[in-house]
């Protein structure tokens, strides 16, 4: 069975930092290509971030170019996103996405509220 698990969100105020943690079981990490989305209230979902099975190649949206960073671990099983500079209008629940064998597979969310 599939399972993406993420950790890391919360509470923080403007201008601080949190890591994101996504732990997958349920198949061979390393053939996966993983990355991060986000939903805000009442808006659509946006890829955040987007890393290749090895970690060579990772692409991040424009909106958080410079603050953001996607990892991973593929020992660990784990990809991460380092998030520094938080700003209020990072608010939103972020979602684990992994591409595995052209099947897509979700996370339950992590959220992430940025606010003084």
């Known amino acids: 069975q599939v399972q993406l698990v993420e950790s890391g969100g919360g509470l923080v105020q403007p201008g601080g930092s949190l890591r994101l943690s996504c732990a997958a079981s349920?198949?061979?990490?390393?053939?996966?290509?993983m990355r991060w989305y986000r939903q805000a209230s009442g808006k659509e979902r946006e890829l955040v971030a987007s890393i290749t099975t090895t970690g060579g190649i990772t692409n991040i949206a424009d909106s958080v170019q410079g603050r953001f960073t996607i990892s991973r671990d593929n020992a660990k099983k784990t990809v991460y996103l380092q998030m520094n500079s938080l700003k209020p209008e990072d608010t939103a629940v972020y979602y684990c996405f992994a591409d595995y064998l052209s099947m897509n597979y979700w996370g339950q969310g992590t959220q992430v509220t940025v606010s003084s």
């Open positions: 349920g198949f061979t990490f390393s053939n996966a290509a």
